[in-house]
């Protein structure tokens, strides 16, 4: 701005002096007009009277527009009337009541917003820090401050709260919950990575204390430990001797090829309800649909026969190493429950670990030499816990690339990730928000505790059918689960006996339990339609009030 102001300053003096007005040829008068003419104020008391004079005004007037608008209106106004609108919120939206206050954003934070907006449970979010909290303000209520002061407390409307989530590291959650003691009694739940430091959080107030880590780091153990006979680690207890397994189908397995509705002709008497094949869940296969290799299948059964099916999915997977890449919180896990079913992983990992059991090689999971010297050309599988989502999808691509027949099961931090890593070859991926958001919604519906499917849009609940409920009398196919509610019937108990994955022509009768597996949303729209229990619960909830 100060070279054109120069450059027209030079060019008036010169066009002022060949008009002849020369007593305007000096630089403070030239400053002074192309200042005045810039900005469009225009006074007229210096003109230029010949053509060329007029030509030169006309462009230094539509300079000055065209400078103000691109230079000094972006740079200079605009930012600050940004941040007076989008100033930090101080104060928790008016007439918030029954809600749930989250101290800390992060991933997690996304996945758990779906949750309670398909329960209708409103959430605040508190920041401590200023630009995040400016940065989510728009998608998620927010309020900006340390919720480890009584006073920011008192702003998120903790008198009138249901929950309160711990959700940052450690030491600010023991601050945090040392606050809320001194001024209230809310349920607090603490989201730990390291169970070894739980206890400090106990006796800073908190009422429970969940891992997503450690829940995560087992269910990746259970289902790529190598099997044993009659026993499934991480299976789901339906109803009777029914369980609900994950049976991932290794290179060479006798079921690759064939289609589901051969698998049912092999007598094996296990139902087959889901799919899960690169990256995509097929929760009702069609019988045409055909197992590949490095698939999953969701299956329902008694020991025996979920027994007969796995035999069919193993393959020429009877020996080999498991390597872990990454031994942080998730892979200190899978190590952990791996050991316990007597698999001894080889570890790799960047820092030196002396003190493990484990043979460890000290090395880069992103460097193909270092993967090479942990003996991945020979492992049976290779479970990716890496914190980064970015060191996980180029290891994966590596991993895939070096051993084409392993079973590569991923950790990613990121939902947004998954896709990402599913396409670098990924067999399996599992997600730390999603057993946290699975975990919680639990909590909040005062259901079981309990660990089932790590889907991101996959929920398994159970229906209990009154004597006198909507669903009583009505065959499977009446209901039309998968197109009115996208879900279905995986079980059903009626007086003691389990049935596995009903026919549609089944009717339900007063008394029955049904377990359905469907998206959340979807098994939410049933439960609000059929579930009398809930009915009960919201009028007893409503009663207080009239008191």
Not at 296 to 309: D, P, R, Y
Request: negative net charge; contains cysteine.
């Amino acid at each position: 701005m100060l070279l054109v102001l120069l450059i027209y300053s030079l060019v008036f003096m010169a066009l002022m002096s060949i008009e002849g007005q020369h007593q305007n040829v000096n630089l403070a008068t030239a400053v002074y007009w192309v200042v005045v003419t810039m900005t469009t104020l225009g006074y007229g008391d210096i003109v230029f009277k010949s053509p060329m004079g007029y030509f030169f005004t006309i462009t230094v007037s539509l300079s000055g527009i065209a400078i103000l608008w691109a230079v000094v209106v972006p740079l200079g106004i605009t930012p600050s009337l940004e941040r007076m609108i989008r100033a930090a919120p101080s104060s928790a939206p008016e007439k918030m009541n029954g809600h749930i206050i989250i101290s800390g954003y992060n991933s997690l934070v996304e996945t758990l917003a779906e949750r309670f907006s398909l329960l209708n449970v409103p959430f605040l979010v508190i920041e401590r820090s200023e630009s995040a909290a400016r940065s989510i303000y728009k998608n998620y209520p927010v309020l900006w401050g340390d919720p480890s002061q009584a006073e920011v407390l008192q702003r998120a409307s903790i008198g009138s709260a249901r929950l309160f989530i711990a959700n940052e590291n450690e030491e600010l959650n023991a601050e945090v919950i040392l606050t809320l003691r001194e001024i209230s009694d809310i349920e607090v739940i603490a989201l730990v990575d390291d169970l070894t430091r739980s206890r400090f959080l106990r006796y800073a107030g908190a009422s429970r204390i969940i891992s997503p880590k450690t829940l995560l780091g087992t269910f990746i153990a259970q289902i790529t430990s190598l099997p044993t006979r009659n026993v499934f680690p991480g299976s789901i207890q339906l109803f009777g001797d029914l369980l609900l397994v994950e049976l991932p189908i290794y290179p060479g397995a006798e079921l690759i090829g064939e289609k589901l509705e051969e698998i049912g002709i092999k007598n094996t008497g296990a139902g087959i309800v889901g799919i899960w094949q690169r990256g995509v869940f097929h929760p009702s296969p069609g019988p045409e649909e055909t197992v590949r290799s490095n698939s999953v299948l969701m299956t329902v059964g008694n020991i025996e026969q979920l027994s007969a099916i796995r035999d069919l999915t193993l393959g020429t997977r009877k020996e080999g190493p498991q390597i872990i890449l990454g031994y942080g919180d998730v892979g200190k896990r899978v190590a952990a429950v791996l050991s316990d079913c007597g698999i001894n992983p080889t570890i790799l990992d960047r820092r030196s670990l002396k003190e493990i059991d484990f043979p460890h090689i000290t090395g880069d999971a992103t460097t193909e030499a270092d993967l090479l010297q942990a003996g991945i050309k020979e492992a049976v599988g290779v479970l990716i816990m890496l914190n980064l989502d970015s060191d996980a999808i180029y290891a994966t691509l590596l991993a895939k690339n070096l051993n084409p027949n392993a079973f590569v099961v991923v950790r990613a931090n990121h939902l947004k990730s998954a896709e990402k890593i599913y396409r670098a070859g990924a067999d399996y991926v599992a997600s730390v928000p999603i057993v946290a958001s699975h975990m919680l919604a639990r909590i909040i519906q005062g259901e079981e505790e309990k660990l089932d499917l790590l889907y991101e849009d996959l929920e398994l609940k159970t229906f209990h059918a009154g004597m006198r409920s909507r669903l009583a009398g009505r065959t499977l196919e009446e209901l039309d689960l998968p197109q009115r509610f996208g879900c279905r019937a995986v079980a059903l108990e009626r007086m003691g006996q389990a049935i596995a994955v009903p026919d549609i022509k089944t009717v339900v009768e007063g008394g029955d339990i049904l377990a359905l597996m469907g998206s959340p949303k979807g098994i939410e729209a049933f439960s609000r339609k059929y579930d009398q229990r809930r009915d009960w619960k919201q009028r007893l909830n409503i009663l207080p009030q009239f008191r």
